[in-house]
Each structure stands twice: as structure tokens, then as C-alpha cells.
């Protein structure tokens, strides 16, 4: 449902593949007056010590992933979830809950203080967490390969083997696009993404009735 103009701001789910340039999008959306809530960010926040997601996570992986101060070691975990694929789901199923219930939680504050204000909700997960019924639109960043490759490995200093094996683990850009309002394509300059982000934050997100 779209609940613009003075009925209330949109709710956006902007969401990608690693280094398709969410974060960036979400930043130029972010300087254009939208409220952005960054679900990788929540992330972290879902299992700090003394949360319920801390006593699942360590219930499920062992005292093994506790590390200094009694946070949960996100190196130890991600060396243990992604060499293995059930223990990465065991994992998502774990956090994903949470961070939906939190992601959800800051949409309605951010409704309450500022209703008009429309929201940006950034989840590299969106589409496989299935969180549609949180969003009013589903707003999808592509890049190819090549192109996320050589962003990243300059940017994150990972090899391009590493991207790879990111690259393809997750869903492929026609994957995503078949789920999307929206496709944002950032296989070009960073002005031709602000353009394009420009242009739909005018059509969709701050249009008046
Ligand atoms: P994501 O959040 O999807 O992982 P980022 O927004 O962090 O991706 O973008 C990945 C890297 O690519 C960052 O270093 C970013 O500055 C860079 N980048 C993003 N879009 C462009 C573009 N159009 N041209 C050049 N570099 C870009």
C-alpha cells in the first residue's frame, strides 16, 4: 500500500548485492531528506551482550564464539558460518527475526516522530528475509560482476576471489530484479547514480498526494 503525502511517508526497501552500491544510494537518499535505517547496523545490535539473541547465538554455536567483554566474536562466527551453509542458516534463522522485529520497530518510531518523512529501510537481506510486508516498495541496486569486483577490491582491499565467492552466494541481479519496484543500475558513474536517485526520490518518495 502507498501511504504518501498526508496520509504518511513511503517506506523503501533498498536492498543489493555486495558492493552494488546500497550504502551509496542510500547515503544520497539519506542527504536527500529521507530517513535511512541500516538492518546490517541492527544487525550487530541484536545480539549484544545480555539480549536474547546473544543467549540464542551462543546456545547454538557454543561459549567458542564469546569473546572480549562477552560480545559475540563476528569473526569467529563468520568463520564458522561461511564454510558451512547449514551453520549459516542456523544462523540466519537465529537473526533475521530479531533484526526484522528492531528493523520494524525503528520504522514505526521514525513514523511516529516524523510521519511525512519517508523511510529507507538498507538490508543486503531483504529479499531473502522476505521482509515485503515491512516496505511499501522493493528498490533493487544492480552492478555487474566485473564491475562490483573492482569497486570492492579497491574499496574493502578483499581479493577478487573472495568477492567472487561472495558474488555467488548470494542471489544473482535477476533474482533480485524479479522482486523489484525499482531497479537502480550503478554500473555507471557515481553522478549517473545520483541522477537516477535524484530523480526517483522526486517521483516516489517526496511527491505530494
Ligand atoms: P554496498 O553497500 O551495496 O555493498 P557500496 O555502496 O559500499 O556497496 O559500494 C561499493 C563500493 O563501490 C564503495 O567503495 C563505493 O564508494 C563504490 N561505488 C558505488 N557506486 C559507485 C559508482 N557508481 N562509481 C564508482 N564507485 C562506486
Avoid: C
Wanted: proline residues 2%.
Amino acid at each position: 500500500m502507498l501511504t504518501v503525502g498526508l496520509t504518511g511517508g513511503i517506506t523503501v526497501g533498498l536492498t543489493g548485492g555486495i558492493g552494488s552500491g546500497k550504502s551509496t544510494a542510500a547515503e544520497l537518499l539519506s542527504e536527500l531528506g529521507a530517513t535511512v535505517i541500516d538492518a546490517d547496523r541492527v544487525g550487530h545490535e541484536v545480539y549484544l551482550p545480555g539480549t536474547k539473541g546473544w543467549d540464542q547465538v551462543v546456545a547454538a554455536f557454543g561459549e567458542g564464539v564469546v569473546g572480549d567483554q562477552g560480545s559475540i566474536d563476528r569473526k569467529q562466527l563468520g568463520a564458522i558460518v561461511f564454510a558451512d551453509e547449514g551453520q549459516l542458516a542456523k544462523l540466519n534463522g537465529i537473526v533475521h527475526p530479531l533484526i526484522r522485529d528492531a528493523v520494524r520497530d525503528k520504522v514505526a518510531a521514525a513514523k511516529i516522530a516524523r510521519p511525512a518523512v519517508p523511510v529507507v529501510i538498507e538490508a543486503a537481506v531483504l529479499i531473502e528475509a522476505k521482509w515485503y510486508d515491512l516496505v511499501d516498495e522493493v528498490w533493487v541496486v544492480v552492478a555487474e560482476p566485473q564491475t562490483v569486483i573492482e569497486r570492492v577490491t579497491a574499496s574493502r582491499g578483499l581479493d577478487e576471489s573472495a568477492v567472487r565467492a561472495r558474488i555467488d552466494a548470494q542471489l544473482s541481479n535477476q533474482e533480485r530484479t524479479e522482486r523489484a519496484d525499482v531497479v537502480i543500475d550503478n554500473n555507471g558513474s557515481l553522478d549517473e547514480l545520483r541522477t537516477q536517485v535524484e530523480r526517483l526520490s522526486k517521483e516516489r518518495l517526496f511527491r505530494v498526494g
